[in-house]
């Protein structure tokens, strides 16, 4: 496989010693991997449509049979791919985060290091970004996994780990319904900047993103 695709998709972290049940369970996570890896090489190689299981087994270095013993078809593939980049940037912004200093005062730095991890991989991102669109309910239901996991993450982090919801309320100055709205936001900022070719340019988005957030919070902070 040539070259490295800017992405960190840390499915495993073996560094205990390993039994046989063990190394069988690292065999399929590294086969997982690297088929991973495969879609995103051959993806941003030759586009979505036009990549086949052939291209993504011969990126991988493994076999048709070792793709389909994880994957149906190559949609489940670049689902997998959208949900393990995803989950990678949601990472980033929790390692940007510190829980014992003021939100208020780190979001700017979290929201640069967000749209820094976005913008490793251009055309990674463009195919993620706009293909998970075409997949259907699937792709759909992926995305919508992903970004309430993302808003989940902001209202724990501006309301509090003991602030969430209960019974149809919200307690902070971050509802839920608002939360998404900022995702939304944010991801609609960013496809726009995938359209227009810029996304070597995705820091410029930090200013408004970080807008945005203040916006829905000043009212109840």
Known sequence: ??????????ITDMTQT???????????????????????HAA???GYAETTIADIVREAGVSRRTFYEHFTTKADCLIALYEAASHN????LREAIDPLRDWQDQVETAM?????????????MRTLFIEILGLGPEGLAARRRVNEEIAG????????KGRGVSKGRHNGPL????????VG??????????????????????????????????DNT
């Open 18 to 40: 390993l039994t046989d049940s063990d190394s069988d369970i690292e065999t399929i996570a590294s086969h997982r991997h690297r088929l991973l890896e495969g879609m995103a």
């Open 153 to 160: 993450f902001m209202l724990m982090v501006i309301n509090g």
């Open 1 to 10: 496989m040539s070259g490295t695709v800017k992405y960190r998709c840390r």
């Open 185 to 218: 936001g944010i991801n609609e900022l960013v496809l726009q900047a995938i359209e227009g070719d810029r996304v070597h340019q995705l820091h410029q988005l930090t200013a408004p993103a970080v807008r945005l957030v203040r916006a829905v919070t000043r």
């Open 44 to 46: 941003a190689a030759k």
């Open 175 to 182: 509802s839920p319904d608002m939360a998404m709205a900022v």
């Open 112 to 124: 640069s290091a967000y749209f820094g991890c976005l913008s490793q991989n251009p055309v990674l």
């Open 89 to 92: 940037a949601l990472n980033v």
